[in-house]
């Protein structure tokens, strides 16, 4: 496919010039190429970094290393979502960016969407302090609505610090990643965000969600089921999802239970809940447990990285 077929621009945005794309991917669908030419028309630069590489997932990405504002990295074997973003983020050091921007496979942004988020960052009265700008989150599959406090009803109309949030289609500073560094390696994939989050935020930094600004993100794979008088919305993750937010979860209830008491408090209580659903109502419910059960365990034992049972 040509670079014109694709429908990609070759022209440098003028909001987006200072911003640097980073977008990983493993297994990506035929989708992926209309998510990065998105990307491409509002930005100066696009790093694609596909984990676990294979002759069909090189067929969809290998005509971006035709455009000049692409670099795509094969990686092998899958090295988790944080050591991904880490290989590009250190690539985009070198180049003068002052925003880099951090997606997974699953998001498409609307039109001026970098423009919204760099509007509010420049209206915003601590704008030195702010280390992320974070849109609102809006679920492919079942359209709710999401911020990091939790689905919303109506869209609220004041930016907001918060104190964690996703981290696809966020802008970091680069000013902040010098200072913090990047995402924690040995989590893998759950909870990289959140981690790196905290960490700015312990070191003074605001992570500023943007209400005007959504995305469109696939935010894992939410049902929606009838029980008894309820609708409760699950999402069945595989085992060894189950088991990196079990690890993970723990390490950061850890790690930062003095600096923010309330947000481990309150996490700890979704994932109380989730847990009940996952016991209710997902399948194969004793393989999951056992993933949890171990993922806490090797938490206490200072196991960290891939889990071994996930590698073939």
């Given at each position: 496919?040509?670079?014109?077929?694709?429908?990609?621009?070759?022209?440098?945005?003028?909001?987006?010039?200072?911003?640097?794309?980073?977008?990983?991917?493993?297994?990506?669908?035929?989708?992926?190429?209309?998510?990065?030419?998105?990307?491409?028309?509002?930005?100066?630069?696009?790093?694609?970094?596909?984990?676990?590489?294979?002759?069909?997932?090189?067929?969809?990405?290998?005509?971006?290393?035709?455009?000049?504002?692409?670099?795509?990295?094969?990686?092998?074997?899958?090295?988790?979502?944080?050591?991904?973003?880490?290989?590009?983020?250190?690539?985009?050091?070198?180049?003068?960016?002052?925003?880099?921007?951090?997606?997974?496979?699953?998001?498409?942004?609307?039109?001026?969407?970098?423009?919204g988020l760099l509007a509010a960052h420049a209206a915003f009265p601590e704008r030195d302090r702010v280390a992320v700008l974070a849109p609102l989150y809006r679920d492919r599959h079942l359209g709710f609505i999401y911020s990091s406090t939790g689905p919303i009803r109506e869209v609220p109309i004041r930016d907001v610090p918060v104190r964690v949030t996703a981290a696809s289609g966020n802008l970091v500073?680069?000013?902040?990643?010098?200072?913090?560094?990047?995402?924690?390696?040995?989590?893998?994939?759950?909870?990289?965000?959140?981690?790196?989050?905290?960490?700015?935020?312990?070191?003074?930094?605001?992570?500023?969600?943007?209400?005007?600004?959504?995305?469109?993100?696939?935010?894992?794979?939410?049902?929606?089921?009838?029980?008894?008088?309820?609708?409760?919305?699950?999402?069945?993750?595989?085992?060894?999802?189950?088991?990196?937010?079990?690890?993970?979860?723990?390490?950061?209830?850890?790690?930062?239970?003095?600096?923010?008491?309330?947000?481990?408090?309150?996490?700890?209580?979704?994932?109380?809940?989730?847990?009940?659903?996952?016991?209710?109502?997902?399948?194969?419910?004793?393989?999951?447990?056992?993933?949890?059960?171990?993922?806490?365990?090797?938490?206490?034992?200072?196991?960290?990285?891939?889990?071994?049972?996930?590698?073939?």
């Amino acid at each position: 496919m040509s670079i014109r077929a694709a429908g990609i621009s070759t022209t440098k945005p003028f909001a987006g010039g200072q911003i640097c794309a980073i977008m990983v991917t493993y297994r990506p669908k035929l989708e992926v190429q209309g998510h990065i030419a998105a990307i491409l028309r509002q930005v100066a630069r696009v790093i694609v970094v596909d984990n676990e590489s294979t002759a069909e997932s090189r067929a969809l990405l290998v005509f971006y290393s035709e455009h000049p504002a692409v670099e795509l990295i094969n990686n092998p074997r899958n090295l988790g979502i944080a050591t991904a973003f880490n290989q590009a983020i250190a690539r985009a050091l070198t180049t003068g960016y002052e925003w880099l921007a951090t997606f997974d496979q699953d998001s498409r942004i609307p039109d001026e969407y970098f423009s919204g988020l760099l509007a509010a960052h420049a209206a915003f009265p601590e704008r030195d302090r702010v280390a992320v700008l974070a849109p609102l989150y809006r679920d492919r599959h079942l359209g709710f609505i999401y911020s990091s406090t939790g689905p919303i009803r109506e869209v609220p109309i004041r930016d907001v610090p918060v104190r964690v949030t996703a981290a696809s289609g966020n802008l970091v500073s680069v000013a902040a990643l010098k200072v913090v560094g990047g995402f924690r390696d040995d989590f893998f994939i759950d909870c990289v965000d959140f981690e790196f989050y905290l960490r700015c935020r312990q070191a003074g930094w605001l992570v500023l969600e943007v209400r005007g600004v959504i995305l469109d993100h696939a935010m894992g794979h939410y049902q929606q089921i009838r029980w008894l008088w309820r609708n409760p919305r699950i999402n069945d993750y595989p085992a060894p999802r189950r088991y990196y937010q079990a690890r993970n979860l723990l390490i950061l209830y850890a790690n930062f239970g003095f600096f923010d008491p309330q947000w481990v408090v309150r996490n700890a209580w979704f994932y109380g809940r989730d847990l009940i659903k996952l016991l209710l109502f997902c399948t194969d419910r004793r393989e999951k447990m056992r993933a949890v059960f171990t993922g806490w365990a090797h938490a206490v034992v200072g196991r960290r990285g891939r889990w071994s049972e996930e590698i073939p």
